[in-house]
């Protein structure tokens, strides 16, 4: 396990207590995980994520991440309609593992944009680590 310090953070992204984070995209957002919350896991062998079309709420269950320790659900930051999957994770779920940033999990249009602004900073999200 990396140290606080060893943890890849990306200023600008909006983060989630349950270790997703959040960048603009246009008028969509992309969702992935933090590299904290991938090196907790291990080596990820398996993503399922939601089919496009679908409309959820911030805080629904949008899908599951398994790795070699266990299986974790993910829960979506904002509320909105899932635009795309990043399907390059189907036959190749370790690319979270080796840049959780630039391996995005989906894409969303958010029904209501205000809801980012509730989520971490960047600041903020190292804070809730060190808790």
Known sequence: MKELSE?????GLRYTEDHE?????GDTLRVGITDYAQDQMGDVVFVEAPEVGTELNKGDEF???ESVKAVSELFLPVSGKIVAVNEDLDDAPELVNEDPYKNWLVEIKPSDPSELEGLLTVEAYKELLKG
């Open 21 to 25: 984070w959040v960048t603009t995209n």
């Open 7 to 11: 943890l890849i953070f990306v200023d």
């Open 63 to 65: 899908g599951t991440i």
